[in-house]
């Protein structure tokens, strides 16, 4: 049923039908549809609307998320995200798509996998593996931003993935140092730890300090994930003759952190009469 060959996959679901009639009668509908091309489309958005479709339907939408030769890949591959944890079975096949960086509907599936088994080792493992070798093959279109994004939505369970998301904020292009920096943010420091979480804050502090409008916003943001250990590049930051967005996200950032900045107060006090900080 996982199989990515059409004709394959079409004569298990309809040999199943015929010989578990009755295990599949409330689904027996929907799961035609799948393989009727006027009604594929529709079929895959029901099932994944089911109160928990059974194991036939998760491995038959598996398969055609596996299908390169089929029209809405990504779309197989977005229901089965939508189903979560109750699409467990597909995981092994997803995986094989992660694993293909020539698959345009990686992404999706990438997506659909931290909402389906996000603990699991091996997922955390083939989307950091995917990841790499997107920045190894110099990739950085949509994809890969979507790939950064599944990356980040794992939390701490990524901790492997700091150092390329770390080249993503420093060498990426357009939007996906933002999201590289989102990403960052979510793994943390608990789950990043030492030296990871050092070269995190440097990384972030870097990208506050760009004075890039965009860029700053995200990189604050993500350090605010770092609490103290992000304090003492913070307050460099706001003795530094870098652009006014800068220095004011880095003291934003010191005030939400709280008490554990405490150490900024005789900076922060002193840029109470900076008549240079807007």
Known sequence: LSDPRRPLRQAALEGIL???????????????????????????WALSRLDGPSKV??????????????????????????????????????LAVVADGGRGQRCNVAVALTEIAPQDERVVEALVR???????????????????????????AARAAVP??????EKGQGAVRGKAAWALGAIGPDAAG???????????????RSGDEDLVAHAANALLAFGAAA????VET??????????????QVLGITGSRAREAVPVLLALLVDCDLK
């Open 231 to 234: 304090v003492p590049l913070l």
């Open 164 to 169: 390329s998301l770390i080249a993503d904020l």
């Open 130 to 156: 995917a990841h790499e070798d997107d920045l190894a093959a110099g990739r950085g279109d949509s994809a890969h931003e979507m790939l950064v994004d599944a990356i980040g939505k794992l939390g701490p």
């Open 18 to 44: 015929r010989i578990e009639p009755d295990e599949h009668a409330s689904e027996a509908k929907l799961l035609r549809g799948l393989t009727t091309p006027d009604q594929d489309h529709q079929a895959i």
């Open 57 to 94: 339907a998760v491995l038959a939408l598996a398969g055609m998320a596996r299908d390169s030769q089929y029209r809405y890949p990504h779309f197989a591959a977005d229901a089965l995200g939508r189903i979560g944890r109750g699409a467990i079975t597909a995981v092994p096949a997803l």
């Open 194 to 208: 030492g030296h990871e979480a050092v070269a995190a804050v440097a990384a972030l502090i870097g990208a506050l």
């Open 238 to 251: 706001t003795t530094l003759p870098l652009p006014d967005r800068a220095r004011s996200a880095a003291v």
